[in-house]
């Protein structure tokens, strides 16, 4: 049937229109893959015991990596509104995980920085997923496996930079 979407188990070689079948399968098994290990993730780190979302520890992440950011200096950078931003960023400013300062060069902006309790929060966190990401690599995949994922994290990250729409 023409346009149907993959994930109805239709034919694969017309939807999307143009692409080959082969590299829409490998879109749907990839999508499939990277939200069942988001989930999982989500799962092992204990962001559900703390009440947040993969969003804002990402938000956290950024904001401890790159530095204090202004709302709309998020939002670009994770390709979403500035009101899914700001809803984000609510509970992280309510729990003390985030702070708020007036922008050096422009007092009408403000910068947003992780706060210590933010950045406490977030190593307890990264520590959780890791260990159990660790013990899950080590136990499922061998040496080589390892290296082929290696190489897949990499073309991952390439096509999470990928423009789109």
Do not use: Y
């Amino acid at each position: 049937m023409a346009g149907s979407c993959p994930k109805s188990g239709a034919d694969r070689t017309i939807w999307p229109v143009g692409r080959p079948s082969d590299t829409t399968a490998l879109a749907d098994e990839l999508s499939s893959a990277v939200t069942r290990i988001r989930h999982r993730l989500r799962e092992e780190t204990g962001l559900d015991d703390v009440g947040l979302s993969l969003s804002q520890l990402t938000l956290l992440n950024v904001l401890d990596k790159d530095g204090p950011r202004t709302a709309s200096e998020l939002a670009a950078g994770e390709h979403v509104s500035p009101q899914a931003i700001a809803q984000a960023l609510a509970p992280l400013k309510a729990k003390g995980f985030v702070t708020t300062q007036p922008h050096p060069a422009d007092r009408r902006k403000t910068l947003l920085a992780i706060s210590d309790q933010g950045r406490a929060l977030r190593a307890s966190l990264r520590d959780s997923r890791l260990r159990w990401l660790v013990q899950a690599l080590d136990e499922t995949l061998d040496a080589g496996e390892r290296r082929t994922l290696r190489e897949a994290a990499a073309l991952l990250a390439r096509l999470a930079a990928a423009g789109g729409k």
